[in-house]
């Protein structure tokens, strides 16, 4: 009796481990092209200024389908001087973002396999609203610098950033990121500013997944650093044209087992250290040589940890391949 009743205990504790699991693998099998990048998740964001036309295609271009954008809420958006245009024909024509800076939501249906899309449409604050003294309603910003890096256009300061409430830090950016973990670390109030680039967000899903189709079973990344504004950048004393500022990067270990702050032994050796880093950057790099992550090839750096902080690793979308 006794040992049924731990074989019991021992199947309830498995399921619950289980159903603790909460990486989404969830894949459309008509993958959409949007701006021009292959998005095969069914929730996804779009980052535009007001007034602005962005793209959204099935893959197949076969396959048709229609658009409806709606409020934040749910609610379907009506025609307005807002937004002239609320729905349509997927693929027929470019679609023009709200006037208003905000959160949209754009759905996709697709004919033929019958797939829905979510995807989180932000509608960014120009830039050049931020005042003399760098600040945006009270949030600073800082300043950009006045030439690119080497005259590459990606340095060039952004047209906008997305304005973040308290209730949207939770929005889903993608299957398994959130708007809240990219915000940039410098402790003030809310409304918040980000900037992030939508390849940057194809890169860690691509991490994620294949992490989890290899076996290594993974709920998340953790993000220490993701958007950083020029100032808060300036502040932790970071080079000065670092991606982090341009929403291109991000700072992230593994922290599944235990859950306890810190990345996980990834390389088995009974210890936390750099190590663990450089397995993690090994499989990223291993990825990248594979083609894995087409034109989005960038930065990768391994970081020890110190008294701030554990090991880390970083990546970026910066279009080219670097390596510390």
């Not at 307005?80 to 996709?108: D, F, Q, W």
């Not at 590459?152 to 973040?164: A, M, Q």
Request: one cysteine or more.
């Amino acid at each position: 009796m006794r040992k049924c009743l731990l074989v019991l205990i021992a199947l309830l504790t498995v399921v619950r481990a289980s159903d603790a699991f909460s990486f989404d693998n969830d894949m459309l099998n008509s993958k959409l092209a949007i701006n021009g990048n292959t998005v095969p998740y069914p929730i996804f964001s779009i980052f535009v200024m007001p007034n602005k036309t962005f793209t959204v295609e099935f893959d197949n271009k076969s396959h048709t389908g229609n658009f409806q954008f709606h409020h934040a809420n749910g609610e379907a958006l009506k025609t307005s001087s807002n937004l002239p245009i609320v729905s349509g024909v997927v693929g027929k024509a470019p679609i023009m973002a709200p006037k208003k800076s905000g959160h949209y939501v754009l759905k996709t249906t697709n004919a033929q396999s019958g797939e829905t899309a979510t995807l989180n449409v932000f509608v960014m604050t120009s830039l050049e609203k931020v005042d003399k003294t760098g600040k945006l309603n009270g949030y600073t910003i800082g300043k950009y610098p006045d030439k690119p890096l080497k005259n590459n256009p990606i340095y060039l300061p952004p047209s906008g950033l997305i304005e973040v409430s308290p209730e949207q830090t939770d929005v889903r950016l993608s299957p398994n990121f959130t708007l809240g973990q990219f915000l940039s670390k410098q402790q003030q109030g809310f409304p918040k500013y980000v900037h992030l680039r939508a390849g940057l967000l194809l890169k860690l899903e691509k991490i994620l997944h294949t992490l989890n189709d290899e076996g290594h079973a993974v709920e998340g990344l953790t993000i220490m650093s993701g958007y950083r504004t020029p100032f808060y950048n300036k502040a932790i004393g970071n080079v000065q044209y670092s991606r982090h500022v341009w929403g291109g990067a991000a700072d992230f270990y593994i922290d599944q087992s235990p859950k306890d702050g810190v990345m996980d032994d990834l390389n088995k050796d009974g210890v936390v250290n750099r190590e663990d880093a450089v397995w993690l950057a090994n499989f990223i790099s291993n990825m990248s040589k594979q083609g894995a992550f087409g034109p989005r090839i960038g930065g990768l750096g391994i970081y020890g940890a110190n008294a701030a902080h554990g090991p880390f690793v970083h990546v970026d979308v910066r279009g080219t391949l670097a390596r510390w």
